[in-house]
Protein backbone atom coordinates (compact mmCIF):
# COMPACT_ATOMS: atom_id res chain seq x y z
CA UNK A 1 0.00 0.00 0.00
CA UNK A 2 2.94 2.47 0.77
CA UNK A 3 4.44 1.52 -2.39
CA UNK A 4 1.45 2.00 -4.14
CA UNK A 5 0.89 5.78 -2.47
CA UNK A 6 4.59 6.96 -3.32
CA UNK A 7 3.69 5.87 -7.05
CA UNK A 8 0.97 7.60 -6.89
CA UNK A 9 2.50 10.51 -6.18
CA UNK A 10 5.38 10.43 -8.49
CA UNK A 11 3.36 9.85 -11.14
CA UNK A 12 0.55 12.66 -10.61
CA UNK A 13 3.21 14.88 -10.02
CA UNK A 14 4.89 14.59 -13.42
CA UNK A 15 1.67 13.90 -15.57
CA UNK A 16 -0.30 16.58 -14.17
CA UNK A 17 2.62 19.23 -14.21
CA UNK A 18 3.31 18.26 -17.78
CA UNK A 19 -0.66 19.01 -18.53
CA UNK A 20 -0.28 22.45 -16.65
CA UNK A 21 2.79 23.48 -18.16
CA UNK A 22 1.64 22.29 -21.73
CA UNK A 23 -1.99 23.34 -21.49
CA UNK A 24 -2.60 25.17 -18.78
CA UNK A 25 -4.16 24.67 -15.27
CA UNK A 26 -7.62 24.56 -16.39
CA UNK A 27 -6.54 21.03 -18.38
CA UNK A 28 -5.08 19.96 -15.30
CA UNK A 29 -8.07 20.19 -12.78
CA UNK A 30 -10.06 18.54 -15.60
CA UNK A 31 -7.08 15.13 -15.76
CA UNK A 32 -7.06 15.40 -12.36
CA UNK A 33 -10.91 15.08 -11.32
CA UNK A 34 -10.70 11.79 -14.16
CA UNK A 35 -8.16 10.52 -11.87
CA UNK A 36 -10.15 10.85 -8.67
CA UNK A 37 -12.95 8.98 -10.91
CA UNK A 38 -11.18 6.25 -12.12
CA UNK A 39 -10.40 5.30 -8.63
CA UNK A 40 -13.76 5.95 -7.38
CA UNK A 41 -14.45 2.75 -9.65
CA UNK A 42 -12.03 0.44 -7.59
CA UNK A 43 -14.49 0.32 -4.24
CA UNK A 44 -17.70 -0.76 -6.28
CA UNK A 45 -15.28 -3.55 -7.67
CA UNK A 46 -14.49 -5.40 -4.52
CA UNK A 47 -16.93 -7.28 -2.53
CA UNK A 48 -16.73 -6.70 1.77
CA UNK A 49 -17.01 -10.77 2.85
CA UNK A 50 -17.02 -9.66 6.45
CA UNK A 51 -20.78 -10.52 7.60
CA UNK A 52 -21.45 -9.34 10.58
CA UNK A 53 -24.95 -10.20 12.40
CA UNK A 54 -25.27 -6.95 14.02
CA UNK A 55 -23.47 -3.79 14.23
CA UNK A 56 -20.69 -3.22 16.79
CA UNK A 57 -20.72 -0.22 18.86
CA UNK A 58 -17.55 0.88 18.05
CA UNK A 59 -16.94 3.45 21.20
CA UNK A 60 -17.48 1.21 23.85
CA UNK A 61 -14.56 -1.10 22.23
CA UNK A 62 -12.24 1.67 21.88
CA UNK A 63 -12.58 2.71 25.74
CA UNK A 64 -11.93 -0.51 26.47
CA UNK A 65 -8.80 -0.48 23.97
CA UNK A 66 -7.86 2.21 25.48
CA UNK A 67 -7.13 0.51 28.89
CA UNK A 68 -4.72 -1.70 27.40
CA UNK A 69 -0.94 -0.98 27.85
CA UNK A 70 0.02 -1.95 24.83
CA UNK A 71 -2.16 0.41 23.00
CA UNK A 72 -1.22 3.28 25.27
CA UNK A 73 2.30 2.90 24.47
CA UNK A 74 1.35 2.78 20.75
CA UNK A 75 0.07 5.64 20.89
CA UNK A 76 2.21 7.35 22.06
CA UNK A 77 5.13 5.67 19.78
CA UNK A 78 3.25 6.87 16.98
CA UNK A 79 2.56 10.42 18.37
CA UNK A 80 6.32 10.98 19.00
CA UNK A 81 7.72 9.01 15.65
CA UNK A 82 5.84 11.61 13.70
CA UNK A 83 7.51 14.44 15.22
CA UNK A 84 11.19 13.77 13.85
CA UNK A 85 9.77 13.32 9.76
CA UNK A 86 7.99 16.58 10.26
CA UNK A 87 10.80 18.49 11.48
CA UNK A 88 13.33 16.53 8.58
CA UNK A 89 10.63 16.94 6.22
CA UNK A 90 10.61 20.67 6.28
CA UNK A 91 14.17 21.57 7.62
CA UNK A 92 15.94 19.66 4.92
CA UNK A 93 14.12 21.98 2.13
CA UNK A 94 15.24 24.84 3.86
CA UNK A 95 18.98 23.62 4.47
CA UNK A 96 18.98 22.91 0.64
CA UNK A 97 18.01 26.07 0.00
CA UNK A 98 19.45 28.76 1.93
CA UNK A 99 22.61 26.82 2.84
CA UNK A 100 23.66 25.04 0.00
CA UNK A 101 21.74 27.35 -2.63
CA UNK A 102 20.26 24.86 -4.71
CA UNK A 103 18.77 26.00 -7.72
CA UNK A 104 14.47 25.09 -8.14
CA UNK A 105 16.00 22.80 -10.60
CA UNK A 106 18.34 21.01 -8.58
CA UNK A 107 15.57 20.80 -5.80
CA UNK A 108 12.95 19.22 -8.50
CA UNK A 109 16.03 16.61 -9.52
CA UNK A 110 15.71 16.06 -5.74
CA UNK A 111 11.46 15.89 -5.33
CA UNK A 112 11.03 13.37 -8.51
CA UNK A 113 13.14 10.96 -6.89
CA UNK A 114 11.74 11.23 -3.74
CA UNK A 115 8.86 8.40 -4.70
CA UNK A 116 10.96 6.35 -6.84
CA UNK A 117 13.09 5.36 -3.90
CA UNK A 118 10.06 5.46 -0.95
CA UNK A 119 8.69 2.77 -3.30
CA UNK A 120 11.37 0.46 -2.60
CA UNK A 121 11.97 1.80 0.64
CA UNK A 122 8.34 0.58 1.08
CA UNK A 123 8.59 -2.96 -0.18
CA UNK A 124 11.70 -3.79 1.86
CA UNK A 125 10.96 -2.99 4.90
CA UNK A 126 7.42 -4.82 4.51
CA UNK A 127 8.97 -7.33 3.17
CA UNK A 128 12.02 -7.09 6.27
CA UNK A 129 9.47 -6.86 8.88
CA UNK A 130 7.54 -10.03 8.02
CA UNK A 131 11.27 -11.47 8.03
CA UNK A 132 12.43 -10.02 11.17
CA UNK A 133 9.94 -8.90 12.78
CA UNK A 134 8.01 -5.72 13.28
CA UNK A 135 10.17 -4.43 16.12
CA UNK A 136 13.53 -5.76 14.58
CA UNK A 137 12.74 -4.24 10.95
CA UNK A 138 11.71 -0.63 12.75
CA UNK A 139 15.13 -0.70 15.04
CA UNK A 140 17.16 -1.31 11.72
CA UNK A 141 15.72 1.54 9.74
CA UNK A 142 15.43 4.10 12.52
CA UNK A 143 18.95 3.36 14.04
CA UNK A 144 21.11 4.33 10.75
CA UNK A 145 18.68 7.24 10.41
CA UNK A 146 19.63 8.74 13.30
CA UNK A 147 23.49 9.21 12.43
CA UNK A 148 22.54 9.83 8.45
CA UNK A 149 20.10 13.10 9.66
CA UNK A 150 23.28 14.60 10.91
CA UNK A 151 25.68 13.75 7.68
CA UNK A 152 22.57 16.07 5.74
CA UNK A 153 22.94 19.08 8.02
CA UNK A 154 26.73 19.03 7.61
CA UNK A 155 26.71 18.77 3.64
CA UNK A 156 28.04 21.71 1.54
CA UNK A 157 27.62 20.18 -2.14
CA UNK A 158 24.50 18.52 -4.37
CA UNK A 159 26.31 15.01 -4.41
CA UNK A 160 27.27 15.01 -0.36
CA UNK A 161 23.63 16.05 0.58
CA UNK A 162 21.30 13.81 -1.79
CA UNK A 163 23.41 10.53 -0.67
CA UNK A 164 22.61 10.77 3.16
CA UNK A 165 19.14 12.38 2.14
CA UNK A 166 17.67 9.59 -0.17
CA UNK A 167 18.61 6.65 2.31
CA UNK A 168 16.70 8.27 5.18
CA UNK A 169 13.99 8.71 2.44
CA UNK A 170 14.44 4.74 1.38
CA UNK A 171 14.70 4.04 5.69
CA UNK A 172 11.98 6.38 6.69
CA UNK A 173 9.37 4.49 3.96
CA UNK A 174 10.72 1.19 4.98
CA UNK A 175 9.83 2.12 8.95
CA UNK A 176 6.31 3.65 8.16
CA UNK A 177 5.79 -0.52 6.20
CA UNK A 178 6.72 -1.95 9.45
CA UNK A 179 5.18 0.26 11.35
CA UNK A 180 1.98 -0.05 9.78
CA UNK A 181 2.26 -3.81 9.84
CA UNK A 182 2.44 -3.27 13.68
CA UNK A 183 -0.47 -1.36 14.01
CA UNK A 184 -2.33 -3.70 11.74
CA UNK A 185 -1.16 -6.46 14.18
CA UNK A 186 -2.88 -4.98 17.52
CA UNK A 187 -5.87 -3.45 16.07
CA UNK A 188 -9.05 -5.14 17.54
CA UNK A 189 -11.00 -6.64 14.52
CA UNK A 190 -14.30 -5.31 15.69
CA UNK A 191 -12.76 -1.79 15.00
CA UNK A 192 -9.88 -2.27 12.90
CA UNK A 193 -10.41 0.88 10.92
CA UNK A 194 -11.09 2.95 13.33
CA UNK A 195 -8.06 2.02 15.57
CA UNK A 196 -5.71 1.54 12.63
CA UNK A 197 -7.07 5.25 12.00
CA UNK A 198 -6.36 6.26 15.55
CA UNK A 199 -2.90 5.03 15.12
CA UNK A 200 -2.03 6.97 11.90
CA UNK A 201 -3.71 10.13 12.98
CA UNK A 202 -1.47 10.37 16.13
CA UNK A 203 1.63 9.95 13.96
CA UNK A 204 0.29 12.85 11.35
CA UNK A 205 -0.41 14.69 14.41
CA UNK A 206 3.54 14.69 15.75
CA UNK A 207 3.60 15.45 12.53
CA UNK A 208 2.84 18.59 11.39
CA UNK A 209 2.88 19.75 15.12
CA UNK A 210 6.96 19.61 14.14
CA UNK A 211 6.60 21.15 10.99
CA UNK A 212 4.88 23.98 12.38
CA UNK A 213 7.70 25.08 14.63
CA UNK A 214 10.35 23.88 12.15
CA UNK A 215 11.41 27.19 11.45
CA UNK A 216 11.48 29.03 15.14
CA UNK A 217 13.49 25.70 15.78
CA UNK A 218 15.87 26.55 13.04
CA UNK A 219 15.56 30.22 13.79
CA UNK A 220 16.74 29.38 17.76
CA UNK A 221 18.85 26.38 17.21
CA UNK A 222 20.66 26.89 14.02
CA UNK A 223 21.14 23.92 11.21
CA UNK A 224 23.61 21.76 13.16
CA UNK A 225 21.39 21.35 16.15
CA UNK A 226 18.24 21.15 14.51
CA UNK A 227 19.83 17.65 13.10
CA UNK A 228 21.43 16.40 16.94
CA UNK A 229 17.35 17.53 17.76
CA UNK A 230 15.90 15.47 15.26
CA UNK A 231 18.47 12.66 15.71
CA UNK A 232 17.46 12.83 19.47
CA UNK A 233 13.53 12.72 18.93
CA UNK A 234 13.85 9.19 17.41
CA UNK A 235 15.87 8.01 20.74
CA UNK A 236 12.50 7.98 23.05
CA UNK A 237 10.50 6.12 20.41
CA UNK A 238 12.48 3.33 20.12
CA UNK A 239 12.43 3.04 23.95
CA UNK A 240 8.79 2.99 23.89
CA UNK A 241 8.91 0.15 21.08
CA UNK A 242 11.27 -1.81 23.49
CA UNK A 243 8.23 -2.36 25.75
CA UNK A 244 5.70 -2.76 23.67
CA UNK A 245 4.98 -6.58 24.12
CA UNK A 246 3.82 -8.02 20.52
CA UNK A 247 3.86 -11.51 21.39
CA UNK A 248 0.02 -11.68 22.92
CA UNK A 249 -0.90 -10.07 19.46
CA UNK A 250 0.09 -13.18 16.74
CA UNK A 251 -2.80 -15.34 17.38
CA UNK A 252 -4.66 -12.73 16.42
Known sequence: MNAGHNFSIGFCAVTLSLVAENFGYNYMFIIAGIYILIVLIFPLLVKDTIKKKKQEKVTPILMDELKNKTIKLMMLFAAIIGISSGLFAFATPLFATNVIKLSISQMGF???????????????????SDRWGRKKAIYTMVIPTI??????????????????????????????????????????????????????????????????????????????????????????????????????????
Open 110 to 128: ITAFVPIIAISGAIIGGTV
Open 147 to 252: ILINFVMLSRSLIILIIPYFFIVFLSAGRWAASSAMFMDVTNKKIRATEYSLFNSLEILGYVVASIFTGLLIAILGYTLIAVFMSLTLIPPLIILYFIKLNKFKSS
